[in-house]
């Protein structure tokens, strides 16, 4: 039989949708090899597909081309099988194939830079030095099929919440905090910036009555050192919404990381499977509690910081002992926020602000903005900003501004905290650091 005619007669199937109903049956598998095991009178091999293993089992007897074939394949290959199924309770999964065709389609290189069947361990290092086929691994690639789920979920979530996706510019003339964790480009003949947020547009976009946004997508950094929760560039997901406040918006991030984490435990199974991660829906409402309790609780544990400071890493795991996993800390003295966070109106030093954490690590920051032209104005020049740069910014509050709230939460370190992965780098397919510009 030609394969061209084959191919027609015969299905085409992912390792995972082999079942009983296949047994006796010919299958059409397309996949990677991930190992070969000589026995002398019979040849195992391990074709992997994105879905899964299943074990191809060709004896002697069967046909001495094709186990000349599989015996000789070099680890990584691309191949196609055409083969039947059996049922073999020693194989993984409980099935084999059978071979009746084994075709190379792309012979891999020898030795492999990296080894995918993971005999030899890696450091992360080399792992993404060699990204393509560190993505081979079915652990790895489970990583990114429940990022997938993640964002899908938050899409859904938000859509379904009323708000509207929108897209920002990610080039841009301004600071949105000033600062220096910016990464200048050259713009013709001008200079111009990576985007650090899209704070100002998703504030600017209240002024046109959307009333609710959202927007998925990269913020730049330039972060001078490297740590195991900061990238270079980094994937948020962020909400504006009006005629609310910072409890409303609270209200909305607790609900949606309630929602992510049930979807993943609804269709992620598999994948949760090959990572050995067992997951928990964190349960509704999170804990609040205000910047001064944390300041106090940081203080009995003998962790040392001054009300006005912002929490260090010691303090943050100190704090982390005693609350909830995931926990809001509220109520921020306004000199550590940014400019348009709101200030209460009876006590100013106290700003309508808020974190969302998981642990040590932070995973979003929010808050009411400041809606209200001269306040905003007034709050750019005590941040030592000038108000001249943020025209297009502070212009949009002149016209009819709704007081409004929202939040930026890291899609990163969302995924880094499900996941209880020890690097942010793990979760991101390309990660962008201090030293890393490729792959
Ligand atoms: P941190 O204090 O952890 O450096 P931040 O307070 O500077 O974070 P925000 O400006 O509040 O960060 O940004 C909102 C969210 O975006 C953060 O809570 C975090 O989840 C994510 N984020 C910010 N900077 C980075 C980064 N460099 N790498 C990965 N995620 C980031
Ligand atoms: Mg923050």
Redesign the pocket.
């Known amino acids: 039989m030609k394969s061209a005619e084959m191919e027609s007669e015969v299905k085409r199937k992912y390792t995972s949708e082999i079942g009983e109903e296949d047994s006796g049956k010919q299958v059409l598998l397309y996949g990677w090899i991930h190992e070969v095991r000589d026995l002398g009178g019979v040849v195992f091999a391990l074709l992997r597909d994105r879905e899964g293993l299943i074990q191809i089992t060709c004896p002697k007897k069967r046909s001495p081309e094709l186990i000349k074939k599989i015996r000789k394949v070099r680890r990584e290959s691309v191949v196609r099988i055409v083969g039947e199924v059996k049922a073999e309770p020693k194989a993984p999964g409980g099935f084999e194939i059978l071979p009746n065709e084994f075709e190379v389609i792309s012979e891999a290189d020898a030795p492999l830079p990296l080894d995918v069947a993971e005999k030899v361990p890696a450091e992360l290092d080399t792992r993404l030095d060699a990204r393509f086929l560190d993505l081979r691994k079915p652990r790895v690639q489970a990583i990114f099929r429940i990022r997938h789920q993640m964002i899908q979920s938050v899409r859904s979530f938000l859509s379904e919440e009323g708000f509207i996706e929108v897209h920002t510019p990610k080039i841009v003339s301004t600071a949105t905090?000033g600062g220096t964790?910016l990464f200048p480009i050259s713009y013709f003949e001008r200079e111009a910036f990576l985007n650090?947020?899209p704070q100002l547009y998703k504030q600017v976009l209240m002024a046109t009555g959307l009333e609710k946004v959202f927007e998925i997508g990269p913020?730049f950094?330039a972060?001078e050192h490297n740590t195991v929760?900061?990238?270079?560039?980094?994937i948020?997901i962020d909400i504006e919404q009006s005629f609310t406040d910072h409890e409303g918006v609270m209200r909305v991030l607790e609900r949606l990381v309630n929602r992510v984490y049930a979807d993943i435990v609804k269709n992620c199974e598999r994948y949760l499977d090959w990572i050995g991660v067992e997951l928990e829906v964190p349960k509704l409402p999170f804990q609040r509690i205000t910047y001064d309790e944390a300041v106090e609780m940081v203080k009995k544990k003998g962790e040392e910081i001054t009300w006005g400071d912002?929490f260090s890493t010691p303090a943050l795991k100190a704090l982390s002992e005693e609350v909830n996993e995931h926990y809001f800390i509220v109520d921020w003295p306004t000199e550590i926020k940014?400019f348009y966070a709101m200030p209460y109106e009876n006590e100013p030093e106290i700003s309508k602000t808020f974190?969302?954490m998981a642990g040590s690590?932070?995973?979003?920051?929010g808050a009411q903005r400041v809606h209200i032209y001269d306040l905003l104005v007034r709050k750019l020049r005590e941040k030592g900003l000038n108000p001249d740069s943020f025209e297009f910014y502070i212009s949009a509050f002149r016209y009819g501004m709704p007081p409004h709230a929202g939040?930026?939460?890291?899609?990163?370190?969302?995924l880094m905290s499900i996941l209880n992965l020890k690097n942010?780098r793990e979760a991101v397919i390309f990660p962008r650091d201090r030293t890393r510009l490729t792959p």
């Open positions: 905090e964790e650090q947020s913020i950094r972060e929760r900061h990238l270079n560039e980094a948020s912002d940014p974190d969302l690590l932070e995973l979003a920051s939040w930026g939460l890291g899609a990163d370190r969302l942010i």
